[in-house]
C-alpha cells in the first residue's frame, strides 16, 4: 500500500494517509514538522508537505527518544549532547563529593555507577559510530 503518492513538480499532501481518521487521532499541526534525510551530497528536496491545508515546516533535525537525529544522520549533535549531560552529571557528584567531609570511596563509587554509568552506556555506541571526540 503506497501512503504518499510522489508526482513530480507537485506537492506532496500528507493528508492522503488516511490511518489517523480511521483511529481517530488528531495530529498537533504546530509541533509536525517534516525532516529531509539525505546523504551529504544531496540537495534538500523542494516539495512542501502538508496537512490538511496547513504546511508544514522543514527543519534539519529532530529528537526523538533522546537520540538527536540531523539530516543527513551524522549523529554530530547528538554525541555532542549527550556527552554535555554526562560531563554536568560528573560535575554535580564531584560538587556534592566536595561538600561532603567524610564520604568514603564505596559511596562515591555507587554515585558514579547510577549517575554516570546510565550515560556512557547510551552514549557509547553513538560515539563509536560518529567517531567523534567529545
Known amino acids: 500500500m503506497n501512503l504518499i503518492k510522489h508526482y513530480p513538480n507537485t506537492n506532496v499532501n500528507i493528508t492522503r494517509i488516511n ?3 480511521n483511529l481517530r487521532l488528531n495530529v498537533n ?6 525532516v529531509h534525510f539525505r546523504g551529504t551530497r544531496i540537495i ?6 502538508k496537512y490538511g ?7 534539519s ?8 537525529l540531523d539530516e543527513h544522520l551524522t549523529l554530530n549533535k547528538c554525541s555532542k ?29 555507587k554515585l558514579y555507577e547510577t549517575g554516570i554509568i546510565p550515560i556512557l552506556d ?9 567517531g567523534n571526540n567529545h
Open 81 to 109: 549532547s549527550l556527552s554535555g549531560s554526562g560531563e554536568r552529571a560528573l560535575g554535580a557528584i564531584w560538587s556534592k563529593f566536595k561538600l561532603m567531609k567524610n564520604v568514603k570511596v564505596n559511596s562515591y563509587s
Open 19 to 21: 490511518w489517523c481518521t
Open 122 to 130: 547510551c552514549v557509547s555506541g553513538i560515539w563509536g559510530y560518529s
Open 53 to 59: 491545508n496547513s504546511v508544514l515546516d522543514t527543519v
Open 61 to 68: 533535525y529532530c529528537k526523538y527518544l533522546g537520540v538527536i
Open 29 to 34: 499541526k504546530s509541533k509536525s514538522q517534516v
Open 44 to 49: 534538500q528536496s523542494n516539495f512542501k508537505f
